[in-house]
């Protein structure tokens, strides 16, 4: 993907999705902090295009679209993850290629990618992500596919408490 505004928005947002899905799992603190991280999602968004230099007006106006492509894409999402692979590499096309995918195999990886993420995050202690907020990732290609089942031990940082 070019390195652009939009491609950095459409990889936030596939990463935020993952991470809402995992917090749902936690109840009511789950669902709160599902809250703040989209708030902060877009926080970072209009940040983010203020640091490029984007037109404040212009700015706004995209935010909305972008709105409306969020709530869509996690929609889509929501559909595909809980479908085969057929229905999340269709979400995926739709939503994160914007229909533009030439090559089928950068589709594979990128399921293959969202569904070894959705396994690591699962296997992740709910109560420490919910108290850390760090999230580590996998990367796109796996060395040795065996590792995402043993989650790295979370540090915790209470000093001052």
């Known amino acids: 993907m070019p390195d652009t505004f939009n491609s950095w928005f459409l990889i936030t947002l596939l990463h935020v999705w993952m ?3 995992r917090m749902k799992q936690e109840g009511r603190s789950g669902k709160y902090m599902c809250r ?36 869509a894409a996690i929609l889509g999402y929501d559909e595909g993850i809980l479908s085969d692979d057929h229905g999340l590499a269709a979400a995926l096309w739709r939503s994160f290629f914007n229909q533009k ?9 990128l399921v293959e990618y969202v569904r ?23 990367p796109l290609v796996e060395k040795n596919p065996q590792s995402i089942l043993k989650p790295h031990s979370p540090v915790y940082n209470d000093e001052g408490l």
Do not use: A
């Not at 404040?56 to 972008?66: D, G």
């Not at 995918?101 to 990886?109: G, S």
């Open 19 to 21: 991470c809402l899905v």
């Open 36 to 71: 703040i991280i989209v708030h902060f999602m877009w926080e970072d968004v209009e940040q983010r295009g203020r640091i490029m230099g984007v037109n404040p007006y212009i700015l706004k106006k995209n935010m909305m679209v972008m709105t409306n492509n969020f709530y």
């Open 101 to 109: 995918c030439e090559d089928p195999r950068q589709l594979e990886l």
């Open 116 to 138: 070894k993420q959705i396994q690591y995050l699962d296997s992740m202690n709910g109560e420490d992500l919910l108290l850390t907020g760090e999230v580590s990732w996998r």
